[in-house]
């Protein structure tokens, strides 16, 4: 581990600011201590697996989408995991019921093949049931998890009552980016769905895209709604947020390699856009680039643009006081979720290293990539 200054960090890099972390973690910790919910960290936004520490004093748990992430919550995490598959593979079920505190499944089917099996080999192990509430407002159809023709949990037109004598919690994802309205929105469809089925169970587990540490978002409504609940139901409350977690705390940085001129000034940067920052194209969404303004905005504009052979690897235009010049660093916001989890070594390109400013202003170097992590994952 190499221990260095934000100016000597190696580029591209990933720099997480622990201290900004742990003021997300402390909203979290408002929010469970006031509501009596349990949280857990979906790992499918934020997987940093060396900084789990800090996490771990304020969370429950991780949430996991299958085998990898479920083994990567029991060893590094070490709370409780609770793992969800759209769909399990009959030859992972025993060693995913060995580490997990709670399996869900997406379809009556999946839970009638593998439950008790599961069951078997972890008799501690809760059994859930994830369902579709049938509403969402969710902002983008991609990110949508109850769009038409969603593969994402049980309608209750297939809501099979043969499984509930086994059941022991119901759970919904259905928000991205959303604020406590829109939950509240989502209960009373789902109650309205599935009320007659809630009384039966231990938990509830209302998923994740709960914008919670978002300037504005409506922190105590969110518990409100989940005491309103419990107090209804008599039931253990989950929520999972992955993004929430890691938003705005942490950057990447990036160095421009040259700049070309095509009808407008393009700076090619050693990073890119597809490879390392992939929801930049496909939500798609335009990051924040400190000092940098709209196009036109400062007297500078440029386009940024990765460095791979893809004629769309393109962040934006972004304008500047001063002119860039080969060499300077370029530093994109809000870069800790959903990119490293997401990150390929798509055209050869180098993953960016992976760096935590710790919270006496020490930087350490985690991790570093090189040709072996192109070459190792393929053949
Ligand atoms: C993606 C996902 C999450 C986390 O969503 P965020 O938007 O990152 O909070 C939680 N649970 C499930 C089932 C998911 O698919």
Redesign the pocket.
């Known amino acids: 581990m190499k221990r260095t200054k934000n100016t000597s960090l190696p580029s591209p890099c990933w720099l997480l600011n622990e201290s900004l972390l742990i003021q997300n973690l402390d909203v979290m910790q408002k929010v469970k201590e006031q509501s009596g919910a349990k949280i857990l960290l979906?790992l499918?936004?934020y997987a940093l697996w060396k900084s789990f520490d800090t996490l771990r004093p304020y969370l429950d748990g991780c949430?996991a989408?299958g085998l990898h992430e479920a083994k990567l919550a029991s060893e590094e995490f070490q709370k409780e995991v609770h793992t969800?598959a759209p769909a399990f593979k009959e030859e992972e079920i025993a060693e995913i019921a060995e580490i997990s505190r709670h399996m869900v499944f997406n379809s009556a089917a999946q839970f009638k093949r593998f439950a008790q099996k599961a069951k078997k080999i972890n008799p501690q192990l809760s059994l859930g049931l994830?369902v579709n509430p049938e509403y969402s407002a969710s902002p983008k159809e991609i990110y949508n998890?109850c769009g038409l023709h969603s593969r994402l949990g049980c309608t209750l037109a297939n809501f099979d009552k043969s499984i509930l004598t086994d059941l022991d919690g119901l759970h919904f994802?259905a928000?991205?980016?959303q604020d406590a309205d829109a939950l509240e929105a989502v209960l009373e469809n789902f109650e309205e769905k599935f009320g007659a089925y809630i009384p039966k169970m231990k938990w509830i587990n209302f998923?994740?895209?709960?914008h919670i540490t978002r300037k504005g978002y409506d922190v105590d409504k969110l518990i409100h709604l989940i005491k309103q609940f419990k107090k209804k139901y008599d039931v253990d409350i989950y929520l999972?947020?992955?993004?929430?977690i890691g938003w705005e705390t942490g950057t990447l940085i990036a160095t421009v390699l040259d700049i070309v001129h095509n009808g407008l000034d393009i700076a090619i940067l050693d990073t890119s856009a597809e490879a390392h920052m992939p929801d930049t194209i496909i939500m798609p969404y335009r990051a924040n680039v400190r000092g940098a303004g709209k196009a036109g905005e400062k007297a500078h504009t440029y386009r940024l643009a990765g460095n791979t052979c893809l004629a769309g690897d393109i962040m934006g235009d972004y304008s500047f006081d001063m002119p860039l010049k080969i060499g300077d660093r370029v530093i994109f916001e809000d870069q800790m979720?959903?990119t490293m989890v997401k990150a390929t070594t798509f055209n050869g390109i180098k993953l960016p290293s992976i760096a935590i400013e710790r919270l006496n202003g020490d930087i350490e170097v985690v991790r570093e990539f090189g040709y072996e992590d192109f070459k190792e994952r393929l053949s």
């Open positions: 979906a499918k936004g949430c989408s969800y994830r998890p994802h928000l991205c980016e998923g994740g895209g709960h999972e947020p992955g993004e929430a979720h959903y």
